[in-house]
């Protein structure tokens, strides 16, 4: 499989460490697809995409419906995605995506765990050179699938001609265009195919290589973050233990 691959799944299994936080964080996807694109999953392909998220994480049914149904009241906050990047021990590029609905809140707690690990936070954009930003749809594979004719189909959305199999779920993932999310799954959908899991990401063109000891220390970083309510995801160009190991 390739390095994409690898480090997504390294990057998830941290990330999706404990359920009652991942619940709390699609709830937050939830409500902004919901504003965005209404309540109804056959209308709204961005809250379809997220649903599909959420029972592969299995958040129960009744946990997604009821999010659905908060993000309509009166008195929902009003969530923003925004980015912060920056170094953190050792050299190595931290991305942190969050939503939320207080950015002097989150950007203060962000900062805090920066300073703690002598990190330094950076301006938005500075390490984009870094990381390549991806659409990424994992399907179920189908019986005869062609995947050089899917690949064709999709090139016209920057779909990429890399991609990755995953015998364990008999599925296949797939990178593009993030500016093209919309159109790809909608593609997807039209052919047939079951989407069961569709997100942004970012991935590292630049791994950096550290001992033990600094991945140790890092690794408390990312948790410290991953605490906070406001932070989705947290990314690293820290190479995978795996392949530094190998």
């Known amino acids: 499989m390739g390095r994409a691959f690898e480090y997504r799944k390294a990057s998830k299994m941290k990330r999706w460490g404990h359920m009652a936080r991942t619940f709390t964080k699609i709830g ?75 950015t002097t809140r989150t950007v203060g707690d962000v900062r805090s765990v920066f300073n703690k690990f002598n990190g330094n936070l950076g301006t938005m954009g500075s390490l984009a050179f870094l990381f390549d930003h991806k659409a990424v749809f994992t399907i179920k594979r189908k019986e005869g699938l062609d995947m ?37 799954q909608k593609h997807l959908e039209e052919a047939g195919f079951e989407v069961i899991g569709a997100e942004f990401t970012y991935i590292p063109n630049d791994l950096k290589d550290v001992s033990p000891e600094e991945r140790e220390t890092i690794d408390k970083m990312v948790e410290k973050l991953e605490d906070f309510d406001d932070v989705q995801t947290v990314y690293t160009n820290m190479k995978p233990a795996e392949e530094a190991a190998e």
Do not use: C, W
């Open 148 to 184: 050089d004719e899917l690949i064709l189909d999709l090139i016209d959305y920057g779909v990429e001609d890399e991609f990755d199999e995953d015998p364990e779920e008999d599925s296949i993932t797939i990178y593009g265009d993030p500016k093209s999310f919309g159109e790809i």
């Open 28 to 102: 937050k996807q939830i409500a902004i697809a919901v504003k965005a694109g209404g309540p109804e999953p056959e209308n709204n392909p961005t809250l379809r995409a997220i649903i599909a998220n959420a029972k592969r994480e299995n958040m129960p049914k009744d946990n997604i419906e009821r999010a659905i149904k908060n993000a309509m009241g009166k008195d929902q906050s009003d969530y923003k995605t925004m980015t912060y990047e920056g170094y953190g021990p050792h050299g190595v590029a931290i991305f942190v995506d969050t939503l939320t609905d207080n």
